[in-house]
């Protein structure tokens, strides 16, 4: 089995960067841990910096899976080094990436902190199962001193709150968010915040979206498992049928699968492998 994480020198790992929907995630594979969980955290702050290091929107470490039924396991970290239950366009990414490596065949279940997930792949395209949603509240009130919102949650494998809002493109995310984010009624583990508005193109609905994330602190191009709780959503409130097509900010649409007997949410869409690598110290300072 590959293992990109041998140290040939100080400061040198070997890393992949992988990007689905304007969302970009450094992977590396971990196996042999010799990469702690305190070391992940460090090592996300350092390499996802924008500009002085590789740059990402999380780091991602492969490792061995505890549970039979998993191929493997993962650890997800935010740019700011909090780890993350689940991250939708990340668990594409990386089920691409163990493909193209020729480490596992799909379909195949891996390990999140969120519970397995199930995975195919088909060339760039890759479909996962997101874990069960749950916690569900709809037309929740919340007071900011910025104004009142009309807001609804998910937990899609990590806490989402949802708005409608008409005007999308001039939507103030990097100011509400954290409002929203940082709010008493998602206390104390906090909630990504998603601005979505339902447009009509070619006769079919597609939900537009910007979201703000919890542990990058601001808006990302893309969010799997805010478009999932998007569409999720608006599925409850009788607004779409599933399928639901999700136009993120990165401009991808992404398809989200939504099978309420089940009670199941399926996310698909491309993704892209952009290069392979090997930090060195500077990367690291």
Known sequence: ?????????????????????GNDFIVILNFSQDITPEQGSELAKKLCRSKFSVSADGLILIERPSNPQAKFAWRF?????????????????????????????????????????????????????LTSPKDLKLNLVLR????????????????????????????????????????????????????????????????????????????????GTGSAASAYIAYKLGLVTSPVNVLTRGGEILTVYIEEKENKIYLEGDTLFVFKGVTLEDALK
Not at 1 to 21: D, H, N, P, R, W
Not at 108 to 120: D, P, V
Not at 158 to 171: G, Q, R, S
């Open 1 to 21: 089995m590959e293992e990109a994480t041998t140290k040939t020198e100080v400061g040198q790992i070997g890393f992949y960067k992988l990007c689905a929907s």
């Open 77 to 129: 970290y935010n740019s700011d080094g909090s780890e993350a239950e689940m991250c939708g366009n990340g668990a594409r990414c990386v089920a691409r990436l163990v493909t193209e490596l020729g480490l596992f065949e799909s379909p195949f279940y891996f390990e999140t902190k969120a519970g397995l997930i199930y995975a195919e792949v088909k060339g760039k395209r890759v479909k996962v199962a």
């Open 144 to 223: 900011t001193d910025y104004d009142w919102f009309l807001a609804h949650f998910v937990n899609t494998g990590v806490p989402h709150t949802v708005i409608f809002w008409e005007d999308i493109e001039n939507a103030p995310v990097n100011k509400i968010g954290p409002k929203i984010r940082y709010h008493e009624a998602f206390s104390p583990a906090g909630t990504n915040v998603n601005f979505i508005n339902i447009v009509e193109k070619e006769g079919k609905k597609v939900i537009q979206i910007r979201t703000y994330e919890r542990g990058v602190e601001g808006e990302t191009l893309a969010c």
